[in-house]
């Protein structure tokens, strides 16, 4: 019997870990690297003095009948719920998921099982399928490495392969997150929609299976995060709780309040089809960025540029 055929996979959010799931199923073996400290990418949540709240990606949507039946089966091992906020009329035109419990539920779900290395740091990829970590230790040799980076990133770590230029039309909006704490509920909704720098205020403490207490996260508008991306993360908070207070009609003085910059958020331009498969480098290229702005997308990314590397 011949050698099992072994795939690297850079990044450990919904499209890496997707692509590794369907990889190992497939009898591959694989390996995912990730600079973070924890599984999940964008799909985060954030656990600081024993509060809880998601920064990162709110909910998703299933529109495809692959996702939907996807879903449904993590709906039925109780790792995502439905969520059905009070919120504006065209928030409710279709269902909303989210982790039961917290978002990064569903990555860790993913992540089981899979040989998963955190706070690595994937240096520029130099070719013949070697894998350095930025202080140039050697990751491992292996017959195919797949990115799932957002567009910015990975185009410095396909650089060197020239495989960059196929990215520079896609791109990712920055977005400053506010986290908060409140001692009372600001307003009836749980989700507001489009005031002023906030382009989404939800209350956290609203999704199923949420610890007791009033939490909020705040998004602000990519123009907003693009005037203010070097702000001190003391001032954008002051200034969003401001605006929040603005769009409930009353102050809001928080117990607890934290800022937090994506720097690569939501996908703004994306390449336009699912993966970027070039067998000939032993690369493939996948994530949001390669699709649109949602969770559903990085899903079937990672899902086919698994069966492009499966099928040669
Ligand atoms: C503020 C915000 C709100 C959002 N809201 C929603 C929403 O409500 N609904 C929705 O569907 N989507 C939403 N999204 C988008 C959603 O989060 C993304 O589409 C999805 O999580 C992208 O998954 P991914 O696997 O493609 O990328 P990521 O989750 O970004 O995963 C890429 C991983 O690569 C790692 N990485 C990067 N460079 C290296 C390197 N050199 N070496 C090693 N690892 C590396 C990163 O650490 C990261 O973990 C939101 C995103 C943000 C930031």
């Not at 997707?18 to 199923?25: F, Q």
């Not at 392969?161 to 986290?179: F, K």
């Not at 493939?284 to 702005?293: N, R």
Request: proline share 6%.
């Amino acid at each position: 019997m011949g050698r099992r055929k072994r795939v690297a996979v850079v990044g450990a959010g919904i499209a890496g870990l997707t692509c590794a799931r369907r990889l190992a199923e497939g009898g591959v073996e694989v390996r995912v690297f990730d600079k973070g400290r924890a599984v999940g990418g964008r799909m985060a949540t954030r656990r600081q003095n024993g509060r809880q709240l998601d920064h990162g990606a709110q909910f998703f949507t299933a529109r495809s009948e692959s996702f939907r039946a996807v879903v449904s089966d993590w709906l039925a091992a109780g790792v995502v719920a439905e969520w059905t906020p009070e919120a504006p009329a065209r928030f409710r035109s279709r269902a909303r998921f989210v982790g039961r419990g917290m978002n990064r539920g569903l990555p860790e779900l993913l992540a089981r099982d899979l040989d998963v290395s955190l706070q690595t740091e994937v240096a520029p990829l130099p070719g013949g399928g070697e894998l350095h970590d930025a202080e140039g230790m050697a990751l491992g040799h292996f017959d195919h490495i797949v990115v799932t980076a957002p567009i910015a990133q990975t185009a410095r770590l396909v650089a060197p392969l020239g495989l960059d230029a196929l990215l520079t039309r896609a791109s990712h909006a920055p977005c400053w997150a506010v986290l908060l704490e409140l001692s009372s509920r600001p307003c009836r909704e749980d989700v507001l929609l489009d005031h002023g720098p906030l382009a989404w205020m939800a209350c956290d403490s609203s999704k199923p299976g949420r610890p007791p207490g009033e939490t909020w996260v705040l998004h602000a508008t990519p123009q907003w995060t693009r005037a203010n991306l070097e702000l001190a993360p003391a001032a954008v908070t002051e200034r969003l709780v401001r605006a929040f207070g603005a769009a409930v009609g009353r102050a809001v003085e928080p117990s607890f309040a934290v800022a937090h910059r994506w720097r690569y958020a939501q996908v703004e331009q994306a390449v336009g089809q699912p993966c970027l498969h070039d067998p000939s480098r032993g690369v493939t290229i996948a994530g949001d960025g390669l699709l649109a702005p949602r969770i559903e997308a990085a899903w079937e990314s990672g899902h086919g540029a698994a069966e492009h590397v499966l099928a040669g």
